[in-house]
Structures are given as C-alpha cells and as structure tokens.
C-alpha cells in the first residue's frame, strides 16, 4: 500500500533561505496574535500599497489584464492591479490563521461536497487562484469528507513544512510523476481530489482562455475519464474582508466519444470557460500575476 508522499525539496538551501524563513515564521506568530480581520486588513493594505511597486509582476499582470479586457481604460487596469495585490496580500496573511477562517465562510451548493462518494465513485474538486483559494481545500474536513489535494512546494525549503500544514482531511499531494501516481492510486480507493487549474502547465495542451490559447494541465479531464468521476466546480468569492463565499456549481458531466485526446480537449475547453466567467466577474480577485500565456 502506498504511503502519503512527504515534502520534499530538491534545492541546496542557501544563507538567504534562512533570512527569509526567520521573518517568514516571526511573521505567522505575529499574525497569530491579532484578530483575523487585523491581520487580513494590514497584509491586504501593505500587499495594496507595495505591491504595485514591484515591477516585474506588475508588468506582467499589466499585460495580462490589458490583453483579456481590451475595452478598460488605464485607470480601470490600474484599479484591478491594486485589487489583485490587496487579495494577494489577505490571502498571505490569512494562511496563518487559516483554521479561523471557517467560521467565515458561506457555502452554497453544500449537497454537491456532501454527495461526494456516495455513488461508489470519486469526485474531482476544481477552482481558481481567486478569493482565498485555501479554502475551498479545506471545507471538505469542516463537513466529514476528506479531500486530498495537490500542491506546489514554496522555493524556500525551510518553508516545507510550515507550507504543508494545512488544516485538510486529506493528504497534500506534491505535483511531478510521484504525485500523480498517488493520486491515482487515493482516486482508485473512491477517495475525492482537488485541484486548482488556471496555472500554465508547459507540458500541458493549448486551450482557449480569455481569447489566446494557454498550456493547460489536463489531469483534470484525464482522471474524470479513467475513473468516471463528477467534476464539481468551487468558485471562491471574498466579500467584505476576510469574509468569504463558496459556490459549488453542479457537477460536469463526463461525455466520452471513444477518442480521448478529443474528449480532454472538450472537457478542458469547458472549464477554462468557466474559470474565464467567474474572473471576468470579479477581476482583481484573480492571479493576474504570474505568465498564465506565452509571450
């Protein structure tokens, strides 16, 4: 039987990864000490104020947002680029006190997590880097049903561990080829992941999104298929603060054809047309940040 996959890093720890992760820690204690919606307001309104100032991110959020809404003006894309700094800010400083957050937090759609494995089969949980995309990872504990989901390991690997403690029911699986073995292996026992797919994945297929293809990951449509899995869409919407949201949408259905590289590229069509809807609803609550296309 196959074990939970520990964080690992394969990078030499350097003098500067010990700096950071000094004031990294410092900072969750401080935080830990404040009220939840201080500590939400003081990371969102130094994120709001620094952030714009750090011009590589900027640049490319910049670009993005210029790109998939052509009809705002400069001070509109301006606006947004605060906006998705101050969430990146709150979500920041949210982390360390993550396990309060479930008592903010308003659920619709609640009978499509609770339904999850009642039918024999596994279900597949998918969001977006919006609102505080924490949390739709961690509802599945609050309501007695675990959810394993996949992450990425923070470049500072002082950082392991901290990062990976999560408050989830499940496991957190670390994305590469021995990740997606033990996924298969949880989706196999009826157990439910979550993933989130509005990141470019090189070594994904090209799907339309806001206009422009993207290299988009396709473990998504591929584990739906393999275990004819329901796909239920989290949407994650911050609102007033340090108070959140989540809609579970009904569950997508898995058409297969019999031609598989067709029937992904479907399936993933799709979902990046919903993430496209619920960002074009609530812009400066997504990721702008990172290169989501290519030059």
């Known amino acids: 039987m196959a074990e939970q996959l520990e964080p690992i890093s394969h990078r030499q720890t350097s003098l500067l990864d010990y700096i950071s992760a000094f004031f990294a820690y410092v900072a969750m204690i401080l935080l830990r000490l404040l009220p939840l919606d201080w500590a939400s307001n003081i990371g969102g309104k130094t994120a709001r104020f620094i952030g714009p100032h750090i011009k590589g991110a900027t640049r490319t959020a910049r670009k993005n947002i210029k790109a998939a809404f052509p009809e705002k003006t400069a001070d509109e894309i301006e606006a947004i680029i605060k906006d998705v700094w101050e969430n990146l800010g709150r979500t920041t400083a949210e982390f360390a006190l993550i396990d309060k957050l479930a008592y903010r937090i308003t659920i619709e759609g609640l009978e499509h997590l609770t339904n999850a494995g009642k039918d024999g089969k596994p279900s597949l949980f998918f969001g977006a880097h919006m609102g505080n995309w924490e949390l739709p990872l961690i509802i599945g504990g609050i309501h007695g049903v675990t959810i394993n989901a996949f992450y990425r390991a923070p470049n500072n690997p002082l950082l392991l561990k901290v990062f990976s403690n999560r408050h989830l029911a499940g496991e957190l699986i670390p994305k590469g080829a021995p990740g997606a073995k033990r996924a298969f292996s949880l989706l196999k026992k009826g157990q439910s992941l979550g993933i989130l797919v509005d990141q470019k994945l090189n070594d994904g297929i090209?799907?339309?999104?806001?206009?422009?293809?993207?290299?988009?990951?396709?473990?998504?449509?591929?584990?739906?298929?393999?275990?004819d899995a329901p796909m239920v869409p989290i949407q994650c919407l911050r609102e007033n603060g340090a108070n959140f949201r989540l809609i579970l949408h009904p569950p997508l259905e898995v058409k297969k054809t019999g031609e598989r590289e067709k029937d992904v590229a479907a399936i993933m069509h799709n979902v990046n047309s919903i993430l496209e809807g619920w960002i074009r609803e609530n812009p400066g609550q997504w990721l702008w940040l990172h290169r989501r296309w290519p030059n």
């Open 206 to 227: 090209a799907v339309p999104f806001f206009g422009r293809d993207a290299m988009t990951g396709t473990a998504l449509a591929e584990f739906a298929l393999r275990f």
